[in-house]
C-alpha cells in the first residue's frame, strides 16, 4: 500500500494566529512532511491567497490546522477559488480550542499524529458531511442563543485566568473542559440571562419550514415527517436555537447527538426550557442526552424569528445579534479524512 511518506501531494493551511500554531507545530509539521505545501496566514486575505496556490497545485488532501474556526474559513475560501469545483478532501488537525470537528473524525493529539502521519494509506479514507448554510457562509455548526453565549463566555473566563492555568493543575480542573464551562455557564451566562429576562422578558421564537420535507424526531427516535402540517413547526419560548451537519460542539459536547440521522438534511434543534433549569440539564446535554424541552428538526430550509435580538454564532465564532436566521442544507458536502481509520491502515503494515 503506497503511503503519503514525505508528503507528496498534501497541502496544509494553519490559522497563524490560533493559540496551538506556533513555530513548533509549523516545523515538526514541516519535518514530518517536507515534501508538502505547508501555508500559514496571519490575516484573511493571506488565507486566500495560500487557497489560491493550494487548489492550483491540486493535492491530494487538504489539512486544516487552528480550530472550527479555520476550517469553515477554508471551506469558504475554497468554494469561492474553486469557482463550484467540488470541495478537495480535507483532513482536521487537532490545533484548536474546542476541536469538534478534529474529535468527531477521530484526530489524535497533534504531535502524536505527526509520527504517524507519513505511515497513513496515500488515499486517505473519508467520511462525507453535509454542510449548513448560513448567511451565504458554509459551517457545520451555527446558532442563537446560550450555544452563542456559553461559548464566548467560556473562552472568555479562559482569557482573563489564563495566567492562572500555567502551572496550576487545580484552575486548570475548574476552569478548562466541562467543569469550565459548567462555571461559566452558573457564574456569567445564566445570570446575565436572568438579568436579561428581568427586563426584556424571554426569548421567543417561530421556527417555519421554507424548504419541502421536514421531518421531527419521534419518542423513539425515529423521524417522523411533518411537511403536511400547516404553520409553524415550533412557536414558543427559546434558549437555544441552532443548526448542525455533526455531533459535537467541541470538547466532547455532543450538542446535536441526531445530526447525521438523514443524509442531505441539516439538524435544527430549539431548547425552549429557562435558564436555571437548563444549568441543571447541561450535563445531561453534554453528553448527548435529549432533556424535556429539546425539538428536533430535520429540513433543508428552516427560519428562524426572534421576539428580540440573539447572540448569533457561526462554527464557534461570535458574529453579533440577530432578530431572524435562515438555515439551509448547503448544495456541497466535505469528505473529511476519518483518521480512525486511516491510523489503523497505518499500524496494519
Not at 197 to 202: A, E, V
Not at 272 to 283: F, K, Q, T
Not at 325 to 333: G, N, P, S
Amino acid at each position: 500500500m503506497e503511503r503519503i511518506g514525505r508528503g507528496n501531494g498534501v497541502a496544509a493551511l494553519l490559522n497563524g494566529r490560533a493559540k496551538r500554531v506556533n513555530a513548533k507545530v509549523v516545523r515538526e509539521l514541516e519535518r514530518a512532511l517536507p515534501e508538502a505545501m505547508i501555508r500559514v496566514s496571519a490575516d484573511f486575505e493571506q488565507a486566500r491567497r495560500h487557497v489560491r496556490d493550494i487548489l492550483a497545485a491540486k493535492p491530494l488532501v487538504v489539512l486544516s490546522g487552528g480550530g472550527d474556526g479555520a476550517i469553515v474559513r477554508l471551506l469558504n475560501l475554497l468554494r469561492e477559488e474553486g469557482h463550484g469545483a467540488p470541495l478537495p478532501r480535507i483532513g482536521v488537525l487537532k490545533l484548536g480550542t474546542g476541536n469538534g470537528w478534529a474529535r468527531t473524525t477521530g484526530a489524535n493529539d497533534f504531535f502524536k499524529m505527526l509520527r504517524d502521519l507519513p505511515k497513513m494509506p496515500r488515499e486517505l479514507p473519508t467520511e462525507r458531511f453535509d454542510l449548513v448554510e448560513v448567511e451565504g457562509q458554509l459551517c457545520h455548526f451555527a446558532g442563537v442563543g446560550w450555544d452563542a453565549k456559553i461559548l464566548n463566555d467560556y473562552l472568555r473566563n479562559l482569557d482573563k485566568r489564563s495566567s492562572q492555568l500555567i502551572g496550576s493543575s487545580i484552575a486548570r480542573r475548574i476552569h478548562k473542559g466541562i467543569p469550565g464551562y459548567l462555571y461559566s455557564a452558573a457564574r456569567i451566562t445564566v445570570p446575565e440571562e436572568l438579568s436579561a429576562q428581568r427586563t426584556m422578558g424571554r426569548a421567543q421564537v417561530v421556527l417555519e419550514n421554507r424548504g419541502e420535507q421536514v421531518f421531527t424526531m419521534g419518542t423513539n427516535e425515529q423521524l417522523l415527517d411533518v411537511t403536511a402540517h400547516a404553520g409553524a413547526l415550533y412557536a414558543g419560548p427559546i434558549s437555544v436555537g441552532a443548526a448542525s451537519s455533526t455531533p459535537e460542539w467541541g470538547f466532547n459536547f455532543r450538542a446535536f447527538p441526531h445530526a447525521r440521522a438523514k443524509a442531505g438534511f441539516i439538524n435544527v434543534r430549539i431548547y425552549d426550557r429557562p435558564a436555571l433549569e437548563g444549568l441543571r440539564s447541561i450535563v445531561q446535554i453534554w453528553k448527548g442526552k435529549t432533556p424535556p424541552g429539546m425539538h428536533d428538526f430535520f429540513g433543508k430550509h428552516l427560519s428562524m424569528k426572534f421576539s428580540r435580538p440573539m447572540p448569533f454564532q457561526i462554527g464557534g465564532d461570535g458574529v453579533g445579534m440577530r432578530e431572524q436566521v435562515d438555515f439551509r442544507a448547503a448544495k456541497e458536502t466535505v469528505d473529511l479524512i476519518d483518521w480512525r481509520a486511516a491510523l489503523a491502515a497505518a499500524q496494519s503494515k
